[in-house]
């Protein structure tokens, strides 16, 4: 029925439209104009401003074009002297109440109101308002409201509300006295705004602006450049404003085709003032005498093949190791992998993968047989229900955070959030399950326990596409409700509840991140969310699947691009001959290492014991990033040599050796792949600052002056050749990238890319189930240390806060470390709201100020990570799952003390 | 309040038909609509806080600050606003430092206007509690408010 085709005169010229679009809808697919002020694409009409208005035949009055639906046999006309007389005076009667200075305006030459009102030729304005002006909101350092210049179109309160679902703006009053607003009028700095600029970018007027932008560049000087956002894994497509080779604001689009429709998170609108900041590193540095000084190119690189050859000559090749980056695109990542294993003769190469997927990684493919996120973003919209759990997804990944609340509040789907925390999400949820830290296993045991037992799960699916399930079933068999309410603390009414409800949904899907990898026993949890979701029948539909959310911009991409110690890119083994043997012959060298290297944690264990002696880190920052840092600086300290490639001089990069100035990805070509498999495009928008080079020319640099030619006129010389050796990439150009990504695997030039996995068939043949047992973390709690403390990430800021940390934006609005208590506790310790605490566990101490809530729950304390002066990882376990390698930052046993 | 808001709630339905009637209990208990009252209507019936502002900003019925102990209304009408209603509006709110809608820090007087009273003939026309002034001289305007205030 939607795709009925029904044919209306329009101007009297016969058009088509489809069945259930609206007449505006039909006009402009059509190409006929007609002038819209409310009306939004991306959001439900209003038909608020009646300038969309049109006559039509039989129908009464002027009807709003965006709100009535257009119907077969329809006679429309669009512009006629009444039409033109009504909306002439609509706006006039908009410029009579409102004070358009277009002299003064940011918005001139993009303004919505100018171009409708220059189309319409008013001279002059017929009428004079009442107009009491209002006071700026000039609060924050982001976003400036003047609502001197705002027509009440709606559409910052639809966007707020009904796109971004935050629900911080509302029309308040009535008729001519109405406003938009905050609650109770706050400012938006002291509101519930959480500065996704949605609003900015819907308003038609220039009543709602960026205020770092203001006075550095007019509409029609900037270039835009579209390209994918740097910070987290949804890879969201944003444009970089350009004037005078500085980024002035960003700003996106939402026919853009990518994962996010034109929305964005805070970071990507607001926190991007790190590209052009003073502190970036401009040359090479070379330490002497404990001192940097500056260096060439030549110098440094010259400096680095000595010292490598040297070394590799006295201690072999595995005395060298390197960490590539989630944050470095796919060309560089690869390309580190073949210098590490084609010019060195290493596989210890890894990245921060490992820290906080590795365990997904691991898990996903000995039950599935892949890796990956199964389904994409867009899909959670075909969802009855989602199960949300280890994941803050409105604060991490903060645009599917979007999508889960659009999909909740369209009626068709419902949440069930299961966290320790009290996360945003909660307030969406028709069920939320607050189990202790550390029991992932025991409840998802528990609802598999009442699935079995009320036989909800999908036999058929159980029987034609998986094995394992007699194992599965007598494994689950002694975890009751009853037994999983003691282990977890979840009420067993609650868990029998949210049981019933995930195995009712015809599709459903489990999105997870770091609360269910970053655990001793993170692989095994990783088993138990597949064991549940291939249960039910999840896997390889529309609408279902198992979703982990990575958490860095590339941090597919890099584990795609073979940056892991045990495989080459595409996931192929290097313990396997034939596999080396077509590397080997790809990359034109004798021979391959065929034996497994050193993860992370093994390396920085490695170059304590004086095994690893050289490390080359690029872009990482390990020294913020990594568990139990006394360790991690013990083990960098004794290094022979250290390198670091990186944008900025961060705390790793102080004990280096050598320092590589890097450009950032502002300022470089290449591809990131994001969460779901989509590999998209990054894009140049504006020069690197002094000397510093993008990575990729480093690395080619470096192999060349090693005897290894690297000849790439440019990365996408690269991306050919990473096609080449990657059967998942194999169908990607960069011609075909530019249209909007491709999903891997993209095996041909004719695949589209794949949507969602294991259709039909799991990657492995059948969906394996895997019989596990819960088992407690590492660290109990005992008198000694009471409380359990688990690490994270907030919205504002971003890993070990480099680049986010240089934001002014983001500073305003989360600049120190705040640790999380529960009132109840913070009462019993008398601890205050910003008092200062100390938290102390076996390993090391940290101070910050105490945020008390109710986000956390009694006898735990949470902590974000990513600020070095209150380094949470001082604290944390280096405990590591056995599987997976992964440390356990997620819990052990920590003191609080107020600091007096 | 927890205690008197969830006996509010206790007689209604957590949606968002049941804002308005939600809205008016509250108003009835406290004289206005608290903040934190608004916010956890809100939560009640699963809609943003704003929403709650917008939707109760939009009807007169409702107050955002507590209703003094003496309820001050100039007429705004036509007659007297002919009569210089605008001028004795602009003496109470400098007098009294507040604005239509608010009410004074000792909560002693809350400031309204209206659109006429049925006094056209006495105006510029002002009620303080149960007292209807007519002809009312700006200067005179302080023993009035004295004189029939508590
Ligand atoms: S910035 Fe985002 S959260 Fe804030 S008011 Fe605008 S749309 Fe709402
Ligand atoms: S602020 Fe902008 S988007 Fe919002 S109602 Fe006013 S003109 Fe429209
Ligand atoms: S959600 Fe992630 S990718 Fe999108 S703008 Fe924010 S940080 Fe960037
Ligand atoms: S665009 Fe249709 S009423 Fe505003
Ligand atoms: S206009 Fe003031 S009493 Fe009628």
Redesign the interface.
């Known amino acids: 029925m939607e795709n009925e085709i029904i044919t209306l005169t329009v101007n009297g010229k016969s058009v088509q439209g489809r069945k259930g679009q609206t007449v505006l809808e039909v006009c402009r697919a059509n190409g006929i104009h007609v002038p819209t002020l409310c009306y939004h694409p991306k959001m439900p009409p209003y038909g608020g401003c009646r300038l969309c208005i049109v006559e039509i035949q039989n129908m009464r009055g002027l009807p709003p074009s965006c709100t009535t639906p257009a119907t077969d046999g329809m006679e429309v006309t669009t512009h006629t002297d009444r039409l033109m007389r009504v909306r002439k005076t609509v706006l006039e009667l908009l410029l009579a109440y409102g004070d358009h200075n277009c002299l003064l305006c940011e918005q001139t030459g993009n303004c919505e109101l100018q171009d409708l009102v220059y189309e319409h030729g008013i001279e002059k304005v017929r009428f004079k308002g009442e107009f009491k002006p209002h006071p700026k909101d000039d609060s924050n350092t982001m976003i400036v409201r003047d609502q001197n210049k705002c027509v009440l179109c709606g559409r910052c309160v639809r966007a707020c ?1 009904e796109v971004q679902v ?9 008729g001519s006295d109405s406003y938009i ?5 706050q400012s938006l700095k002291d509101s ?1 705004c959480v500065f996704c600029g949605e609003c900015v970018a819907s308003c038609p007027t220039g009543a709602l602006t960026y205020k770092q932008a203001r006075f550095r560049g007019r509409p029609w000087e900037l270039k835009k450049v579209a390209t994918t956002c740097t910070y987290c894994g949804v890879g969201c497509q944003l444009e970089l404003n350009v004037k005078d080779n500085k980024v002035v604001k960003v700003t996106s689009d939402h026919e853009i085709p990518g994962p996010n429709q034109g929305s964005l998170c805070v970071k990507g609108r607001f926190g991007n003032d790190f590209i052009d900041h003073p502190d970036r590193l401009t040359t090479p540095l070379i330490k002497e005498n404990g001192e940097f000084r500056q260096a060439s190119w030549e110098e440094a690189l010259d400096r680095i093949a000595g010292r490598f050859e040297s070394i590799r000559k006295e201690s072999g090749p595995d005395a060298l190791a390197f960490f590539s980056s989630a944050r470095c695109t796919n060309e560089e990542n690869y390309l580190l992998n073949k210098f590490a294993r084609a010019v060195i003769g290493t596989n210890n190469i890894d990245h921060c993968a490992r820290l906080c997927h590795a365990s997904t990684v691991a898990g996903l493919a000995t039950s599935f047989g892949s890796g990956a996120m199964t389904n994409s973003i867009d899909d959670l919209k075909n969802s009855d229900v989602i199960l949300v759990t280890g994941s803050n997804t409105t604060e991490m990944h903060p645009v599917i955070g979007s999508t889960i609340k659009r999909a909740v509040k369209s009626g068709r789907c419902k949440l069930i959030v299961v966290d320790s925390r009290k996360i945003d999400l909660v ?1 969406h949820a028709e069920i939320w399950l607050r189990q202790k830290p550390g029991t992932d296993v025991a409840w998802l045991n528990g609802m598999m326990h009442v699935i079995i037992k009320e036989e909800l799960y999908d036999k058929k699916y159980v029987d034609e596409r998986t094995e394992g399930f007699e194992e599965l079933k007598k494994a689950v068999a002694a975890y009751t409700p009853e037994k999983v309410e003691e282990i977890s603390g979840i009420p067993k009414d609650d868990l029998i509840a949210a049981a019933r409800l995930y195995a009712s949904a015809p599709a459903a899907s489990i999105a997870y991140a770091m609360g269910i990898t970053q655990h001793i026993n993170g692989t095994d949890a990783v088993k138990s969310v597949a064991n549940l979701a291939m249960l039910c029948g999840n896997i390889g539909i529309e609408g279902g699947g198992v979703n982990p959310l990575r958490g860095q911009n590339n941090v597919q991409g890099a584990c795609d691009m073979g940056c892991l110690p045990n495989v080459f890119p595409a996931y192929q083994s290097v313990t396997i001959p034939d596999v080396r043997e077509k590397f080997a012959k790809a990359w034109g060298v004798d021979s391959l290492p065929g034996n497994v290297g050193l993860t992370i944690v093994e390396t920085i264990d490695a170059a304590g014991k004086g095994k690893v002696k050289a490390l080359y880190v690029m872009g990482e920052n390990p020294m913020v990033s990594d568990p139990d840092l006394h360790h991690v600086e013990e083990g960098l300290k004794s290094l022979d040599f250290l390198v670091v490639q990186d944008i900025f001089l961060t705390e790793t990069a102080q004990l280096a050796d050598v320092v590589l100035p890097a450009a950032c990805f502002a300022e470089k070509e290449g591809t990131f792949t994001n969460t779901e498999r989509r590999v998209q495009r990054v894009r140049k928008a504006v020069d690197p600052p002094g000397k510093a080079l993008p990575d990729w020319q480093a690395i080619a640099a470096l192999a060349s002056r090693m005897g290894y030619e690297m000849n790439y006129p440019d990365a996408e010389a690269i991306f050919k050749e990473i096609c080449a050796v990657t059967p998942s990439y194999a169908g990607m150009d960069y011609q075909r990238l530019d249209a909007g990504g491709l999903q891997w695997p993209c095996p041909t030039k004719e695949h589209p890319g794949t949507k969602y996995l294991h259709k039909d068939k799991f990657v492995r043949g059948k969906g394996l189930f895997h019989a596990i047992e819960w088992i407690p973390p590492a660290e109990p709690v005992d008198d000694q240390y009471p409380f359990l403390l688990t690490t994270g990430r907030v919205l504002y800021q971003y890993h070990t806060g480099t680049m986010t940390r240089r934001s002014v934006g983001l500073n305003e609005r989360y600049s120190e470390c705040l640790v999380e208590i529960n009132t109840e506790d913070a009462a019993r310790l008398n601890i205050k709201d910003l008092d200062r605490v100390k938290l102390v566990t076996r390993r090391g101490q940290m101070e910050a100020k105490a945020r008390v809530g109710e986000m956390t729950e009694e006898g735990t304390i949470f902590v974000p990570f990513h600020f070095s002066e209150a380094a949470a990882n001082k604290l944390t376990l280096a405990a590591l799952d056995p599987q997976a390698k992964i440390p356990e930052y997620k819990v052990c046993a920590v003191r609080v003390e107020k600091v007096a | 309040m927890k205690e008197q808001l969830d006996q509010i709630f206790s007689r209604h339905h957590g949606t968002r038909d049941a804002l308005i009637p939600v809205l008016q209990d509250i108003q009835a208990e406290y004289g206005y609509l608290p903040p934190e009252a608004m916010e956890a209507a809100a939560r009640f019936c699963r809609v943003a806080p704003v929403e709650v502002y917008g939707v109760s900003t939009f009807y007169a019925q409702f107050k955002f600050s507590p209703v003094g102990r003496n309820l001050v209304m100039v007429c705004q009408g036509t007659a007297c606003h002919v009569m210089g209603g605008a001028r004795v509006l602009e003496e109470v709110q400098s007098r009294l430092g507040i604005r239509p809608g608010q009410t004074t820090a000792d909560g002693r007087f809350t400031l309204e206007t209206v659109a006429c009273i049925g006094a056209c003939a006495l105006a510029p026309a002002m009620v303080v509690n149960k007292d209807t002034f007519g002809r009312v001289k700006p200067e005179k305007i302080m023993e009035m408010l004295n004189g029939s205030g508590s």
């Open positions: 509300l935050n629900g911080v703006i509302d029309v308040a009053a009535r607003t905050t609650f109770n009028h519930t307030d």
